[in-house]
């Protein structure tokens, strides 16, 4: 069987479990679960915090306000959305939009980890502080504020195969502060040469 094929069910099958996931209490006031989409054969995953109202709503991640900014961020870098996938640390809405716990994060990462090794994409791009902190965490990388190491690129193996990890401001901060905006723009521009270099 072909490899996208074989990530293609392996995807499908996650994505349904995730769909039936009460490991942590968020299913309950959550509309739909979010599983995250788009190539199983992406060569760069994009790894946001959790779902807002919009993405709550669709059951498909990045498609309010935040969506938009990555869009637009994407196109600048020469990416579509069908050529990345886009997910997510936490699969279900926080009430309100607050920010993920600890033991929610324990409960929910394990579906990302199992998505990384059914697409195994050899660049990570974590979306904000929380994802960063995650990711990096599982290389043994601290860090204070997203901005000291947003656009650093990390080598490692934080999910047992060798890796680059490119932590960057969630897009969701340009909609505060219009100064993240070039920050962003400039790492988007950044990862997408990398990709071009990094050959198929
Ligand atoms: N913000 C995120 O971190 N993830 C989404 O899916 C939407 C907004």
Excluded at 128 to 156: C, P, Q
Excluded at 165 to 194: C, K, M
Aim: proline fraction near 9%; aromatic fraction near 6%.
């Amino acid at each position: 069987m072909a490899r996208e094929e074989q990530s293609h069910m392996v995807l499908d099958q996650i994505a349904r479990q995730i769909m039936e996931c009460h490991r942590c209490p968020l299913y309950k006031e959550a509309t739909h679960a979010v599983p995250g989409e788009g190539s199983m054969v992406a060569r760069v995953m994009f790894i946001g915090e959790a779902p807002g109202e919009q993405e709550d709503t669709l059951g498909r991640p990045f498609v309010g306000r935040a969506g938009k900014v990555l869009d637009s961020l994407l196109t600048g870098s020469g990416l579509g959305r069908n050529d990345v996938f886009i997910g997510n640390i936490i699969k279900h809405r926080p009430p309100g939009n607050r920010d993920p716990k600890p033991d929610e994060i324990i409960a929910c990462t394990p579906w990302l980890e199992q998505q990384v090794n059914a697409i195994r994409p050899p660049l990570l791009v974590p979306l904000g502080r929380h994802a960063a902190r995650y990711v990096l965490g599982r290389m043994g990388v601290e860090f204070l504020k997203i901005t000291d190491i947003s656009g650093t690129v990390f080598e490692g193996e934080p999910f047992g195969f060798p890796q680059k990890v490119i932590p960057v401001l969630h897009p969701a901060a340009t909609l505060h502060n219009p100064l993240s905006r070039g920050h962003l723009e400039e790492d988007f521009r950044h990862l997408g040469e990398l990709i071009r270099t990094m050959g198929p």
